[in-house]
């Protein structure tokens, strides 16, 4: 696979940074088929209080495409890559369910466990598990609650429509509610 990456808005790209890339990337290339993936492009930015990096890694029958912002570059490389992994296990699992159209099917690697993988990744980024009690309220007192405790949402009982519901700050600067079924 030839990997180019990219450095803009005033990025400079180190061999460092490109090295850690194409090594990362080689994690997705294990899943598919011999030439399935002949290129991928990454985009390296930075920003006044962040770094984004975009990957695109075209391929005959689907394209992968991941986008993260992270105060870390290397963060930021291997979140974009866990978004790539987990979107290439949606994809697998959709052609073994129930897309077996002819051409995707042969995309893909039947020897990689991507079970283990996923749960590699995901041992690698869990730190915390929290519990919580939910107190019914109304969505005025959740989004003063989330305010107070300084987060971007909040986890509360609706008291009107008993039902779990989360309201988050949009990056808009609104706030949104969703409500569970």
Excluded: W
């Amino acid at each position: 696979m030839k990997v180019e990456v990219v450095g803009k808005n005033g990025f400079r790209l180190t061999e460092a940074i490109e090295g850690y890339v194409v090594n990362k990337l080689q994690k997705i290339e294990q899943f598919f088929a011999n030439g399935v993936i002949e290129n991928a492009r990454v985009v390296c930015k930075v920003y006044n209080d962040h770094h984004k990096v975009e990957i695109t890694i075209p391929t005959k029958n689907l394209i992968l495409r991941s986008e993260v912002c992270d105060d870390d570059m290397y963060a930021a490389i291997d979140k974009s890559i866990d978004k790539l992994i987990s979107q290439v296990r949606r994809h697998k699992d959709k052609v073994k369910g129930k897309l077996e159209k002819e051409g995707i099917k042969q995309v893909f690697k039947n020897d990689v466990d991507l079970d283990l993988l996923e749960k590699e990744v995901m041992a690698s980024q869990l730190v915390k598990n929290k519990k919580i009690d939910l107190r019914p309220m109304t969505v005025e007192e959740a989004i003063d609650q989330m305010e107070l405790l300084g987060h971007s949402f909040f986890i509360f009982l609706n008291s009107s429509t008993h039902k779990v519901c989360v309201t988050y700050l949009r990056d808009d600067g609104n706030y949104a509610v969703i409500e569970t079924n």
